[in-house]
């Protein structure tokens, strides 16, 4: 385990290099500059606000000390909002996409691999259909159709919950944007899970144990639910930083300060330092989960060794 | 001004030296703050929520260049003037002024302004924050504004030729502020309501740097001061209890928040968590008319929404095509049918709004739709354009749902009346920024806000140095029309060469001026003291009260 | 009494007809999957959408980009089925010709996921070791770069291009099926069928080929078939960089964001476009399940 994690490290730092140089290029060849706007500043007035920035210096200069900085923890100042680091402004918007992320995730995960697993029990009858019928319209329709609907139902028409904002992160803040970020994968998991769990319930190992004269419910939970996660695991890592590191939909529509419309808005508005900062971020949390999910692999099939 | 990416923003250009008639000689108004009529009950909870577009990119004045920042940064800092309900200027920190010549400035500071830490506001804080401004190490966006009034010395401490110690700005004494203008500009005292010229305070900046605007930090002197500050979520301001005018203060907290979204920010004000809205979706004007008409606020625009050519390539170099592709425009489509909140049809690039000038309707705005359609035809033939040979171009804007609408109805009209293939095309702002910096167009959408009221801040607009429109156009006879009306020494005579300078444009049609924008946002009711006359969308938090239902 | 060559030429015969009775994978799997009913009337209805929206914008009354200024946001009616959108033009035609986009973005998007990551994922995970983490790594950049500049620069340097619209889509679709193929090949990597074919000297691409392939075709089927609709609102986004369709033409993912916007007001804007696509997804999703139970080699 310590050597795998080791492993791991040691890895995580030419691919974090890689994908550095490959963003910061990426981003340079894109039209635009972080200053630009409808009318062009005096040459001077630009001069100095590239002088400030470094932007003056060559680009592979620009490179190498933006590297070395980030060595030090330092992601330097945003562009944009020129009153904070790159490194304040993630600090209060991941803890808010983390929780809300969390939350989705777990519901996700919950009701997915629930639904998924009913409906595989009972294969191809009206609750199978019915069931993934309903988790289907999750996947077709998209969060920027599912969050207005939910605002106008429960704020605006019910008033229960406030149809944005964030202030202190409490449940009524949260209940909408949760909902409305998990559905799709609350769909997607369950899809996931029907799928495989309808495999291994065909397996030789579970009519095996059929045979055996095992109870089903005792089949299913001792030994068909592990090996049919493989593939649900599996998809966790993408999902999970997918979830984590926000949806700019949903964080647009509930007005959340969370790190995926930062990242959006910062792209826009070529926002260099912070989009690297979030990019190196999103680089960090893809390279845990998927260390996480390869230790989850392991558990829930032994035998998969790295 | 940077208004958001979908309108369009302009800033302040050289003619704005040039003055309006009038100047301001040892004026004296009296103070106005919330004014609550008589007989008025407010409400014990005196909160205001407003919606405020995009995210603001900071709170230093030096440092922003976007209406949202100054909206947020009206009510935390106060200038030398403000600007009342009508958008008529009104003292601020300085309680009066005086000019012998339009050159130097004198500025008479209230005695009792003060800092929100209890240190008084004096002329030594605005001879900081002035060369503050200049300073190339701050590297102030807006800079440029005071090299545009033409401060002495400013444009090179910009340039960093010169030490930003010799600004031509004086405190004669600890109330006393001078300034000095290389040429003329009887239009000064106006701009000094700017956000660039806002004071800051010279310990506290000097004591955290970039981080003096944290909450925790700030020392302003406006009417409230910083509380609370979350990016992307939300902006709040209590009370300056040091504020001179603060016993007039209704308010006892604001909020901003920053919904870019329309249709998001329409429903939060439907669900009661906003008191006004910063503007409304176009697709839900007709139901929220119809439905809540109580809360509409529409007021005329400093604005107009035009179409600009590229003169330099085909197949716009070519007068008579762009008069075709001009004229065959149904302007009374786009704003009855298509917008229909109130806009006015545009045959020029100066709206009708615009403070002491009403610009004229040229003879192709006189014509029926018909008539005009007729003569777009015989102008593209002579062009040489038919059926077998049919005019092609591309028409560039930046991604937005409406100019996405209006670009898709005129490409139709273009194509129904002349028989014109257009190809849309469409780009993000700052991509779509740099294609029409390049000059890599054919025609593009654009539009243009007043930065101050008066005619030159649009007419200058197409002078051939103009980044932004004019360095498509180029003419030399435009330019000089802009020259002698910069040079111009009686109101009468500036007037006129407006008229010469909108004839030309028309002559010419570098642009083909589209509607003129309105205002439009949802306030709700129980909001008093909404400034709903001001051209320029100067609102105050500190004149607003809320009234009790 | 048969000579030798007789003999060989029995044996030739017979062992020829074997094969012919013998049923390949595919062509049982095909068998199986004639007799699935859902499958197949999903793939009837497909079919007539496919063929609608090549033929129906042809012969229908309207244009798809047809303004008419006297019928804005007009309710169905029997002039507009479907009634009309902000400009006036008929919606009925435009769902129809925006499916055209929509249905080859879904459908190639699914295609590159199946075949680029199915293959990587297999590879990596029948090979292991450290090629498993090297390609593991090279995911994990790929996942991480910022795709908006990516669409941005790739417009910049090649104009606009519809064939730009299949890069950027195949260059994001299939990074989430690798990694679940990935998944699922660990763990039939041990399985003793694989190992017995290891120890017989069949070599690395073959075993994935024969083995591991067939083997997590089930899970491909389930995945590609969530990938479709994610792909054609994807598409809408490039739009919105200057990628993707442009105004006048329309797609599936540009009609439901347009419609988004006025739910409040013209239901029928959405409600038209979505119907579209959820009978269009239904489809695909019980071809999915059709395909998974017809391929799944434990049934054989």
């Known amino acids: 385990m310590f050597k795998f994690i080791l492993k791991r490290v040691i890895e995580a730092i030419p691919t974090l290099l890689i994908l550095i140089t490959i963003s910061f290029f ?37 490179y190498t000390t933006y590297l070395s900085n980030v060595l030090q923890g330092d992601l330097g100042p945003s562009f944009k909002y020129k009153d904070f680091t790159v490194n304040e402004l993630v600090a209060t918007a991941l803890p808010v996409s983390a929780k809300i992320g969390a939350v989705a995730f777990v519901f996700a995960v919950f009701f997915g691999v629930g639904i998924g697993t009913i409906a595989a029990l009972r294969q191809n009858t009206w609750l199978d259909y019915s069931v993934m019928s309903t988790a289907m319209i999750g996947i077709v329709m998209p969060s920027f159709v599912l969050a207005p609907v939910l605002i106008y139902l429960f704020s605006i028409t019910l008033g229960w919950f406030p149809a944005g904002g964030w202030l202190d992160g409490s449940a009524k803040y949260m209940v909408l944007p949760v909902l409305g970020m998990s559905m799709m994968y609350v769909a997607t998991f369950a899809r996931i899970t029907r799928g495989s769990m309808i495999e291994t319930l065909n397996s030789n190992f579970i009519r095996t144990a059929r045979a055996k004269g095992l109870s089903f419910s005792y089949i299913v939970l001792h030994h068909a639910l592990k090996p049919a996660m493989l593939p649900v695991v599996s998809y966790m890592g993408p999902a999970f930083v997918g979830i984590i590191t926000g949806s700019v939909v949903i ?12 990242f959006v808005n910062a792209a826009f508005n070529r926002d260099y330092s912070l989009v690297m900062g979030i990019t190196i971020l999103i680089g960090l949390l893809f390279i845990l989960f998927n260390a996480i999910v390869d230790i989850l692999l392991a558990y829930v099939d032994p035998k998969i060794r790295f | 001004m940077n208004k958001n990416k979908n309108k369009n923003k302009n800033k302040i250009t050289k003619a704005l030296i040039l003055g309006l008639g009038l100047s301001f000689a040892t004026t004296s108004f009296t103070a106005f703050a919330a004014n609550v009529p008589e007989g008025t009950k407010l409400a014990a909870k005196q909160e205001l929520v407003r919606g405020n577009g995009n995210e603001v990119a900071s709170l230093d004045p030096h440092k922003t260049e976007g209406v949202p920042e100054s909206h947020v940064i009206r009510d935390l800092l106060e200038g030398l003037v403000n600007q009342d309900a009508d958008g008529n200027t009104i003292p601020g920190v300085a309680e009066r002024w005086e000019t012998p010549d339009n050159k130097t400035f004198t500025f008479y500071l209230r005695q009792d302004a003060k800092w929100s830490n209890g240190d008084p506001v004096t002329a030594d804080d605005f001879v900081y924050s002035f060369q503050r401004v200049v300073d190339p190490a701050t590297a102030s966006p807006y800079s440029w504004f005071l090299e545009m009034t033409s401060m002495t010395n400013a444009a090179d401490i910009i ?17 006393t502020f001078q300034v000095h203008l290389e040429h003329a500009a009887p239009y000064f005292v106006m701009m000094m309501g700017h956000t660039t010229v806002k004071p800051v305070h010279k310990a506290t900046v000097e004591k955290f740097g970039d981080k003096w605007t944290k909450p925790e930090n700030f020392v302003g002197n406006g009417a409230f001061v910083l509380n609370n500050w979350v990016v992307n979520e939300r902006i709040e301001m209590v009370p300056n209890k040091f504020y001179w005018d603060n016993a007039k203060t209704v308010l006892t907290k604001v909020t901003f928040l920053p919904i870019e979204n329309q249709v998001a920010e329409m429903n939060r004000f439907l669900s009661g968590e906003l008191d006004f809205t910063y503007e409304v979706s176009n697709e839900h004007f007709r139901r929220l008319k119809k439905d809540h008409p109580e809360s509409l606020q529409i007021k005329g625009s400093l604005c107009t929404y035009y179409y600009n050519f590229n003169t330099h390539k085909k197949p716009f170099d070519d007068v008579r095509v762009r008069k075709a592709i001009s004229y065959a425009i149904d302007r009374n489509i ?19 709004i615009i403070a002491g000038f009403s610009p004229e309707l040229p003879a192709y705005g006189k014509m029926t739709q018909n008539e005009r359609n007729t003569t777009a035809k015989k102008l593209l033939a002579e062009a040489g ?23 898709v109805a005129i490409a139709s009209m273009w194509k129904k009346t002349l028989g014109v293939e257009v190809t849309l095309e469409n780009q993000e702002w700052k991509t779509y920024l740099e294609t029409k910096k390049q000059g890599n167009f054919e025609a593009s959408r654009a539009g243009w806000c007043g930065d101050y009221n008066e005619p030159s801040t649009f007419t200058s607009l197409m002078e051939g ?13 435009y330019d000089e029309l802009i020259k002698r009306g910069i040079e111009a020494t009686s109101a009468e005579e500036r007037t006129q060469l407006y008229y010469a300078q909108e004839a030309q444009l028309a002559k010419d049609m570098p642009i083909a001026p589209i509607y ?27 004149d607003m009260y809320i009234i009790a239902e | 009494m048969l000579t030798k060559k007789q003999n060989i030429d029995a044996i030739d015969s017979f062992s020829e007809n074997l094969e012919i009775e013998g049923r390949s994978l595919w062509k049982d799997a095909r068998i199986r999957f004639m007799r699935n009913k859902a499958a197949m009337v999903s793939l009837v209805i497909l079919c007539v959408i496919t063929l609608a929206v090549i033929f129906v914008p042809m012969v229908a009354e309207f244009s798809y980009d047809d303004t008419d200024w006297y019928a804005l946001h007009q309710a169905p009616s029997m002039v507009h089925l479907f009634g009309t959108d902000s400009l006036g033009r008929d919606l009925f035609v435009r769902t129809f010709i925006g499916g055209r986009i929509s249905l080859m973005v879904g459908i190639l998007g699914a295609l590159v996921a199946v075949v680029i990551g199915t293959v990587y994922g297999a590879t990596s995970g029948f090979i292991g070791g450290k090629i498993d983490r090297m390609m593991m790594r090279i995911l994990e950049i790929l996942y991480s770069i910022p795709f908006m500049f990516l669409v941005i620069v790739l417009v910049t340097f090649f104009g606009r291009n519809i064939v730009l619209i299949f890069v950027a889509i195949g260059a994001i679709a299939w990074l989430d099926m690798a990694r679940i193929v990935r998944g699922q090949t660990l763990s039939l990597r041990n399985k003793e069928f694989i190992e017995a074919a290891h120890v017989c000297g069949v070599s690395n691409w073959n075993i994935i080929r024969r083995h591991i392939i067939p083997n997590v075709l089930g899970i491909v089927a389930v995945y590609s078939t969530l990938l479709i609709p994610s792909m054609i609102l994807t598409e809408s986004f490039l739009s919105f960089l200057g990628l993707g369709v442009q105004e006048p033409m329309t797609s599936w993912g540009a009609l439901l964001q347009e419609g988004a916007q006025t739910m409040e007001i013209a239901i029928w804007q959405i409600a038209f476009p979505a119907a579209m696509m959820v009978i269009t997804l239904f489809c695909f999703n019980y071809i999915g399940d059709g395909l998974r139970d017809a391929l799944d080699p434990k049934d054989r």
């Open chain 1, 251 to 262: 964080e647009t529509i509930f007005g959340l300060p969370g790190i995926g419309k930062l």
């Open chain 2, 516 to 542: 003129q924008y309105v205002q439009t946002r949802l306030v709700n009711p129980h909001v008093g003291g909404y400034a709903a006359n001001n051209a320029e969308d100067k609102l105050y938090s500190k």
């Open chain 2, 334 to 352: 786009v704003t009855d049918a298509l917008l229909g909140q109130g806009q006015k049809p545009a045959y020029f690039l100066t709206p009708e």
């Open chain 1, 26 to 62: 990426l981003m340079r060849f894109a039209p635009g500059s972080p200053f630009s706007s409808e009318r062009t500043l005096p040459p001077q007035v630009m001069e100095n606000i590239n002088a400030k920035y470094g932007l003056d210096k060559p680009v592979m200069e620009q």
């Open chain 2, 385 to 407: 354009y038919n059926k077998s040979n049919p005019l092609k171009f591309s028409l560039l804007y930046n991604t937005s749902e409406n100019h996405k609408k209006l670009a």
């Open chain 2, 465 to 477: 140095s103009n980044t932004t429109g004019g360095i498509h156009y180029q003419s030399a006879a």
């Open chain 2, 159 to 175: 340039a960093g030729k010169k030490d930003k110690s010799t600004l031509g700005v004086k405190a004669i004494d600890t109330h």
